[in-house]
């Protein structure tokens, strides 16, 4: 009986760990990419800054004296506004983000915010890079909501992600 009640225990504990996959995928994955794949680089790191960004707060909220998150976003937006690449800065912002994201814990809303503003900034370099960003973005929005509703949550970021770059794109072409 002792044994059955371990397994049993042993099978709750890895059940645990095994609620819910690291990252967020959905049906409008295919999409995204697709699109994506289509859409200009430049374009691509305003999307990608812009998916970041709308989850920073999650990491804030916790680490509000560590702006290494919130130095990869205005790195890019630099990038975007100058057109000056510098593989040192870059790298040393993306580098700096995931760093903190290591160092946010537990905490998983607050690390996937720090990663996608580190995936973000190294759409200056790759661009794709910002698909990334915006799939730690959505990783965030679904940590940082009740369980019962966080598919749902995820889903709708990505949505948002989508329409957002459905109408980056269409700017470029007006």
């Known amino acids: 009986m002792g044994e059955l009640r371990n397994c ?13 996959p690291k990252m967020v995928k959905t049906g ?8 994506a794949e289509r859409t200009e680089h430049l374009k691509l790191a305003i999307w990608a800054a812009d998916c ?3 989850v920073l707060p999650y990491f804030e909220r916790e680490h509000s ?10 790195a890019l937006r630099e990038w975007i506004r100058s057109g000056r690449f510098r ?9 700096a983000a995931h760093a903190a994201a290591r160092e946010a814990g537990r905490d998983d809303a607050a690390r996937s915010a720090a990663r996608a503003t580190g995936q ?15 799939i730690y973005a959505a990783t965030a929005v ?18 948002w992600q989508y329409r957002h770059l459905i109408e980056l794109n269409e700017e470029v072409a007006n």
């Open 120 to 134: 973000a900034v190294a759409t200056a370099h790759a661009p794709r890079h910002a698909i990334a960003a915006a």
């Open 8 to 20: 049993i225990q042993g099978w709750d504990n890895m059940c645990g760990y095994m609620k819910k």
């Open 28 to 35: 409008i994955d295919e999409r995204i990419v697709d699109l």
């Open 87 to 95: 593989m040192a800065e870059i790298r040393g912002t993306a580098l």
């Open 142 to 159: 679904r940590d940082a909501t009740d369980s019962s509703d966080a598919g749902a949550a995820a889903l709708e970021e990505r949505l």
């Open 52 to 54: 970041a960004e709308r």
């Open 65 to 74: 004296t560590d702006d290494r998150p919130r130095r990869a976003i205005e």
